[in-house]
């Protein structure tokens, strides 16, 4: 039966081993530490600024953002007619609007 032989590493390098890898699992142990605080004081500003603005989050407004929503518009929109305030412009939109209601042929 053979009898296999196992190579132990010299005594300073198992030290160098095992001092690297106490300073690994330290560091790591500090960067977790590090980031539950941050996470915490993250979550306590939340609630914090949360009771400021008041229930519903809306700047002391109540309710929730449906209530917000005005909803669908009556009567007419008014859209698609030029802005009063680009007269300058107003022949281009013209030129443009008449272009567009032109009716084309397509050929088969």
Do not use: C, Y
């Not at 390098?13 to 790591?28: D, P, S």
């Not at 030029?82 to 013209?94: E, G, K, M, V, Y």
């Amino acid at each position: 039966m053979k009898k296999n032989h196992v190579v132990q590493p010299p005594e300073k390098t198992r030290e160098a081993l095992l001092k690297q890898h106490i300073r690994n699992v330290r560091g790591l142990s500090v960067t977790f530490f590090v980031l539950s605080v941050s996470l915490a004081a993250a979550g306590a500003l939340a609630q914090q600024s949360g009771r400021e603005r008041g229930p519903g989050g809306q700047g002391g407004q109540g309710g929730n953002l449906e209530s917000l929503d005005p909803g669908p518009r009556a009567g007419s929109v008014g859209a698609g007619k030029p802005i009063n305030l680009i007269s300058p412009q107003d022949a281009f939109f013209a030129n443009g609007l008449s272009q567009f209601r032109e009716e084309e042929g397509v050929l088969r």
